[in-house]
């Protein structure tokens, strides 16, 4: 079932100021769809958002050398915006490849770089073409950035409703600025490798690596360092004050973990996260058989829906932590 969005401003001009906090989490994957109101427009916004007839859609990847800039949406991206480690012929205008039974433009900059790539296909909803975009796009990309020996980045991905001219593009809300307190405090020795893959997974621009940074601080946070911090006050006869860790609960977690929310940390660590991500993600071939493709939009999606939750169960595993190692140090 597709949703209407939520408006989020207007503007009479091609660009508009949005604030931070209505893009989502920092570091979150979302889309913003900006919808024209054309002078004899007989229907709704809504409605055409949600219009569901099969339509034309063309869907476009800005390709870059390194990720993109995380406070700068951009929409009307052409194939001089865009760049890469690859070069195309010197006598080609365009490179085309073929998937199935359907056929990817992959345009050049001024500099001769591969820089755009570009599908059209008629389909009911911008997802869905998206999608159909995506799953035969990216094994080019992945061949061709293997073959080369190069990174490739995709900075952006747009959408264009054709019919309703609505465009559609994907992003990473941004983060904000954080003014620090003059008393911040110190931190003890022994986290000081989970604040490094705290920072690793902040930087990350795979969601399959944030994740797995993620669950490698609560793999040692719960396990390890708990039980060590336990047989220290043991050994110094410090009764442990213990708080009761749950899922925390957060606006904008993903409605197909909200469940989840209450929870024990540990239970869902277990069950949830090792069982259904970490194995798949951490070991890519199961015992089942089953494989993880990095390059599959739909599992793409749901590690990326993922982050959120996994994240603020971090920050509480990492509070919790902090606590009990105040209680036994001198």
Avoid: W
């Avoid at 219009?51 to 993109?68: E, I, M, N, Q, Y």
């Avoid at 997802?127 to 900075?155: K, M, W």
């Amino acid at each position: 079932m597709v949703i209407a969005p939520t408006l989020i401003g207007t503007s009479t001009t091609p660009s508009l100021q949005i604030p931070a906090d209505q893009l989502g989490p920092a570091g979150v994957r979302g889309n913003v769809h900006v919808v024209p109101i054309r002078q004899h427009e007989t229907k709704y916004e809504e409605a055409r958002l949600l219009d569901g007839t099969v339509r034309r859609f063309v869907t476009s990847a800005l390709f870059g050398k390194s990720p993109a800039i995380a406070d700068r949406i951009s929409g009307q991206f052409t194939a001089n915006d865009g760049a890469s480690y690859l070069e195309a012929p010197s006598d080609a205008v365009f490179l085309k490849f073929y998937a199935g039974q359907d056929t990817f433009t992959i345009s050049k900059n001024q500099d001769g770089e591969l820089s755009l790539a570009t599908y059209e296909c008629e389909a009911t909803n911008e997802l869905e073409c998206r999608l159909r975009f995506l799953r035969g796009i990216t094994p080019i990309l992945d061949h061709l950035a293997y073959v080369a020996n190069v990174s490739l980045f995709v900075q952006f991905v747009r959408v264009v409703d054709t019919e309703n001219e609505i465009t559609t593009i994907e992003y990473v809300s941004p983060y904000r600025k954080a003014t620090l307190s003059p008393h911040f405090g110190t931190f003890a020795v022994e986290m000081q490798p989970i604040y490094a893959m705290y920072r690793e997974a902040k930087n990350a621009n795979s969601d399959f690596y944030r994740f797995l940074c993620l669950y490698k601080i609560l793999e040692g946070v719960l396990l390890k360092m708990k039980a060590d911090v336990n047989a220290r006050a043991k050994k110094a006869k410090i009764a442990l004050v213990h708080r009761k860790l749950t899922v925390p609960r957060h606006p904008a977690i993903d409605a197909r973990f909200q469940r989840y929310v209450g929870t024990p940390l540990k239970v869902f660590f277990d069950h949830v996260l090792t069982k259904q991500f970490r194995d798949g993600v951490a070991h890519y071939i199961l015992d089942t058989g089953t494989i993880l493709n990095m390059s599959d939009p739909e599992s793409a999606d749901t590690y990326a829906s993922l982050i959120l939750i996994t994240e603020v169960c971090v920050r509480e595993a990492i509070s919790n932590h902090e606590s009990l190692l105040n209680q036994i140090a001198p």
